[in-house]
């Protein structure tokens, strides 16, 4: 990860820089969205959109439940 913005909060925009195999800018992509649901410890929804493709923006969702002290994280990208 070359660079982070985040504002975590419902409507809060964030946004990833990351290197590929190199890090030149060729290999380099930039991921953005916007946050949509936050409800911790339970849920987190946000959009996925690359920048600079021709792709349609999609959803990226978080569920986490604690039983017993472990943890279980389903992640749901789609769209």
Request: charged letters at 25%; one cysteine or more.
């Amino acid at each position: 990860m070359l660079h982070a913005q985040c504002d975590l909060q419902a409507g809060g925009k964030w946004r990833v820089k990351v290197a590929g195999a190199s890090t030149d800018e060729v290999s380099c992509s930039t991921v953005c969205g916007r946050y949509q649901t936050i409800e911790p410890p339970h849920l987190l929804t946000y959009s996925w959109i690359r920048e600079n493709d021709d792709l349609p923006e999609t959803l990226v969702r978080w569920d986490l439940t604690e039983k017993d002290g472990y943890t279980t994280v389903r992640v749901t990208h789609s769209g």
